[in-house]
């Protein structure tokens, strides 16, 4: 007995087939490890100490072992740099490293990146969120077009974190006085 499809499962059959078929091939590349270097720029953080952050990574794209071992991975890395402090700046961008011309292509553009300007009320503010660098390093390994083994987020801060997560509300009072100050001094208000 030969059994006929309903005209809806039928539309429905040529609607995911057609749909397949223009659907666009991935974009992803495939690397061993997806890298976010997230560095604290916050107002704890002077300019001696910015450029030995930027320095140290440019440095370490520039090192002949950590270059040989980037090359001996299949498919290499993917690595992006990302300033921060009460929100964090933009990022870099992804860079795909497999050997020493691009190590030393991404090492170039640290070297080029200016510290971002931060002040209480313009660019990326002047308290320390740690919490915040992490969401968007998170964010960043989540939208991105390569697709790694390994997904690594390496921090460089030097301070607490004293504001809120989502960068709305100053919190060193809190951290300054502790817990128990902070509760009398409200209730003495």
Known sequence: MMRSLNPVNLALATFATSALAMAP????????TEL???VDVSGSVDSGEFNLQRQGYV?????AELIGLIESLENGIAVTLQYWSATPAAALGWFHITDAASAETF???IA???RPSGSWFTGIGTTTNIAGA???????LNTNDFVGDRLVIDVSGDGRQ???????NYCG??????RAGLMNSVQNV
């Open 25 to 32: 091939a991935s974009a992803a590349t495939f690397v061993s």
């Open 36 to 38: 976010v270097l997230s």
């Open 59 to 63: 440095n370490a794209f520039r090192d």
């Open 107 to 109: 090492a170039a553009a």
């Open 112 to 114: 080029r990146t200016a």
């Open 134 to 140: 992490i969401y968007s390093a998170t964010s960043l």
């Open 162 to 168: 004293n504001e809120n997560a989502s960068a709305t």
């Open 173 to 178: 009072l809190y951290y300054s006085m502790g």
